[in-house]
């Protein structure tokens, strides 16, 4: 399951933040294994925000967990030296993240636009623990976790494909290569009429594809 994955990678912290919490299970975990001592549950939706207040009343009545109505972590008058953002696409993930300094420690998990998370913590000098995709069901995940600080290089393709990705190839990324080159090989030879442009583009991406399991298999 996705949440389990995620939570797998929740370490101790001091004050936690669940950014765009939800159904806040991931405050849960935290608290039900004394992950840590105070959290912070953020969503720009009230709604959604109710959701995770019901799950966490003692801890909020405690004054131990704090919800907060806002976009990201604006308004969050503390430092959270661990931060989880999930469920979020990438460049809304960056922009949460640029507004103020990295956290110690962070685990994400972009549904779309993984590259740009990737190019941003670099660029911004987090040092990167674990970059990979798994799988839950018919769908792929990407996730990252790492340091605020620490520096780190990539090259284009890890910024593109995810490092440990590349690294130890996970089945999960090898699925997911697989699924692209069957969509790919579908739309440019069973797909019917396209510019000769598009038709250009996607087989350069079923080109780079095939090159990279190609490369893992032949590591394998
Ligand atoms: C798909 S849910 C993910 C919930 C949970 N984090 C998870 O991974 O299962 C996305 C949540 O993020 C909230 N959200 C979207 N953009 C946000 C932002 N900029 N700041 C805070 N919350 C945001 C939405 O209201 C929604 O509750």
Redesign the pocket.
Known sequence: M??DE?CARLTKATVFA?????????TRYMFDRSLCERAYL????K???EKAEALMKEEIASGRCIPVV?????GVGEECDLV?????GGE?IV??LSRRPLPKRFVL?P?KNSEKVRRFLVGAGARIEEDVTFRDGKIFYDLLTGWGEGGDEYTDYEFRYGRDNLKSSPAAFLEKLCAEREKLRRRLFHGGQMKAENRELLLGKLYETEMILDAIEGDL
């Open positions: 996705r949440i995620i669940d950014v765009g919490c939800d159904h806040g299970l991931c953020t969503d720009v939706s709604k959604c925000l806002t976009d990201g972590l604006d989880l953002i999930a469920g979020m809304e922009s949460i998990q549904m």
